[in-house]
């Protein structure tokens, strides 16, 4: 699993790459989002376009990280999550939880629209 941040406005941008599984993945999914959170961060797209697999402890950390978020009047969002990801939160009754989006513009833009 490798991940980079980067800033769009006042959205931070986390570019994950690989697997999100138990050990790998989701605790540097935590750390950095606690980090975020931490240093005022209210606004995280998870960018998922290059991750094809999410296991049990992955999307159990995804609603971790949605909640802590909630939690601070903050928003978590999801961008490009494949079929089987989607398939997942849709058989955990999920997929309506999170916001997700299939580009990336648009994702930024609801953001916006949140404030």
Known sequence: MNFS??????VVI??????????????????????LIHKGTKKIL?????????????????????????????????????ARIIDLLTITNLLNVFDWYDEESAALKSFAADA
Do not use: H, M, Q, W
């Open 5 to 10: 941040t980067r800033e769009a406005g006042d």
């Open 14 to 35: 986390i570019d994950l790459d690989g697997k999100v599984l138990l050990g790998e993945g989701d605790v540097e999914i935590k750390t950095t989002v606690d980090n």
């Open 46 to 82: 998870l960018n998922l376009t290059r991750v094809p697999y999410i296991d049990s402890a992955g999307l159990g950390e995804l609603i971790r990280c949605f909640t802590a978020l909630r939690r601070i009047g903050g928003s978590f969002k999801l961008l490009a999550p494949n």
